[in-house]
C-alpha cells in the first residue's frame, strides 16, 4: 500500500468559551478521520456552513492548532512527534492560501520581497539571481511575471491578481499540499473561476495535491476529485465529488445541493440557528437530528457509525439516501 500523503486520525479540538467555572465546552472538531494519498495528486474540498469546523480543521493540518485527541501524520510523520519535527521541511512540503489576499501582504512592503523571502530562506535559491529565476517561474505559472510585479505595493493589485500572487508564493517550495482556506471568498465574482481553474492546472503541473476550504459548493463541485461535508464538527459524508453532488448520502448534503444551485452562490448565514447552535454541538447523538426531516428514535438515542457505501464512500447516518447500489 502507498504511504498517505496526509492522513487525519480520530482528529477532535475542543474549545472553551467563557470563564473557567461557568464557561462551555465547543467540540469544533468533532472524531474526524480523512487521507490523501501521496500517489496522485487530488483536491479535496471541505464543505460546510459557516462554523461547522473547516477552518479549525484546517488550521490543524497546517500546525497553528493542535489536536486534542487523535493524531495527523504527513508523509508517515506524526505531528506528536515533536523530536522529529523540521519547520523547514514542514514549510517546504506544505503552503497555505488564505481568504483575503489583503491581510497576508502588509501594505508597507513590496508584493516581490514576500516572494524573495520565501525563495531564499527557505533554500530554494542560493542567490537574488537564482531568486529571480524561481519567482518569475512561479509567477507565470499563475499568469504574471516577476516583471510585472517587481517593486509594486498590495495596493496596486485586485484582489484576483493579488490572490495570485498568494498561489505563486505557495508554489516556490514546490509542496506537496496546499491548504487553501476560503481563497475565492474575497474575490469578484468574475474572478472566482480563473482562481479555481488555476487549481485544476497546478494540481497536474506541480504534482501538488490542494486541501479547498470553501462554502462555495457550485466551484467545490467543479474543481474537487473528492467531497467532505462537515456539520457541528462531525464528517457526515465523504467520497467523489460527482457521486457526493449528483447524488447525496447524507439528508444534510441533500439540503446544500438544494439551497445552492449556482456558481458564486453561499450558504446564508441565516442557514444558521443561533438559538439551537451550542445545543447541537453537545448533542452526543446524531447532531443533525433536530432539523433531519429523515430522523427516528434511533437517530436521537446514540450517534451513528460511519457507514461505507463504497471503498471511496462514507456517510455518518442510520439512515442513508443513496445506499450506494445506483
Not at 31 to 36: A, H, K, R, Y
Not at 46 to 56: A, F, L, M, N, Q
Not at 206 to 229: C, G, M, Q, R
Not at 291 to 310: F, G, I, M
Request: charged content about 30%; some cysteine.
Amino acid at each position: 500500500m502507498a504511504e498517505k500523503l496526509l492522513e487525519i486520525k480520530n482528529v477532535s479540538k475542543i474549545f472553551r468559551i467563557g470563564g473557567m467555572i461557568r464557561g462551555k465546552k465547543l467540540v469544533a472538531v468533532d472524531d474526524v478521520s480523512l487521507s490523501i494519498d501521496s500517489d496522485k495528486p487530488v483536491i479535496l474540498s471541505i464543505v460546510g456552513e459557516s462554523g461547522c469546523g473547516k477552518s479549525t480543521l484546517c488550521k490543524m493540518v497546517l500546525r497553528l492548532h493542535q489536536p486534542d485527541m487523535g493524531d495527523i501524520t504527513l508523509l508517515g510523520r506524526s505531528y506528536k512527534d515533536k523530536k522529529g519535527y523540521d519547520p523547514k521541511q514542514f514549510r517546504l512540503d506544505v503552503q497555505p492560501i488564505f481568504q483575503n489576499p489583503y491581510e497576508s501582504f502588509s501594505a508597507r512592503k513590496t508584493v516581490d520581497s514576500y516572494l524573495y523571502n520565501t525563495a531564499l530562506r527557505l533554500g530554494i535559491a542560493k542567490n537574488r539571481a537564482e531568486a529571480d529565476q524561481k519567482v518569475d517561474e512561479a509567477l507565470k505559472s499563475v499568469g504574471m511575471s516577476l516583471a510585472v510585479v517587481k517593486g509594486k505595493y498590495p495596493t496596486q493589485f485586485s484582489g484576483g491578481e493579488l490572490q495570485r500572487v498568494s498561489i505563486a508564493r505557495a508554489l516556490i517550495t514546490q509542496p506537496k499540499l496546499i491548504i487553501a482556506d476560503e481563497p475565492v471568498a474575497a474575490i469578484d465574482a468574475s474572478m472566482k473561476m480563473n482562481i479555481v481553474n488555476l487549481f485544476k492546472d497546478l494540481k497536474e503541473k506541480y504534482n501538488v495535491s490542494f486541501i479547498y476550504i470553501t462554502h462555495d459548493l457550485s466551484t467545490a463541485y467543479y474543481v474537487s476529485d473528492y467531497i467532505a461535508t462537515l456539520y457541528r464538527g462531525c464528517l457526515i459524508e465523504y467520497g467523489p465529488a460527482k457521486e457526493i453532488m449528483d447524488e447525496p448520502a447524507h439528508p444534510y448534503t441533500e439540503l446544500l445541493m438544494n439551497a445552492v444551485p449556482r456558481v458564486g452562490d453561499k450558504w446564508k448565514e441565516d442557514l444558521v440557528m443561533p438559538d439551537m447552535e451550542d445545543k447541537e454541538f453537545s448533542i452526543e447523538y446524531c447532531k443533525f437530528a433536530p432539523r433531519c426531516p429523515y430522523a427516528t428514535d434511533e437517530c436521537r438515542k446514540e450517534r451513528p457509525k460511519e457507514t461505507y457505501l463504497s471503498d471511496e464512500r462514507k456517510v455518518l447516518c442510520y439512515h442513508p439516501l443513496n445506499n450506494g447500489s445506483k
